[in-house]
């Protein structure tokens, strides 16, 4: 049987401390490890041997340490400081507020009270 098209799959592939690209895989993760590896290998460029690590084993890690689930202590400290940070955001002028705009004004349309005040 053949099977349903996935939905395109995003990673981010980590080549070094400060070296770190986006990589969208429009058919979705693939079904072996060594397509997944010569499709993040291929447009990047690696030559060296990859490690792949699934959030869901990063977050059990976490877990494991902190006593705490990873995403839901993220999602609500992000809650507790969106407000300061829409606020750093709307103070930044040049390619900051440039690459932000859309999602600001998307913000002001679906949330308006976030919007600045006379």
Known sequence: TAMAKLLPARLKVILGENTIEKLLLPNGIPESLDDLHSQIKTPSGLQATIRLQYMDKVNAEFQRLMAVPLEERFMAQLDLHSSQLI????????????????IMETLDQAYPYHQKRP
């Open 87 to 102: 606020r750093v955001i709307r103070a930044k002028g040049g390619a900051t507020h440039q690459k932000t705009a859309d």
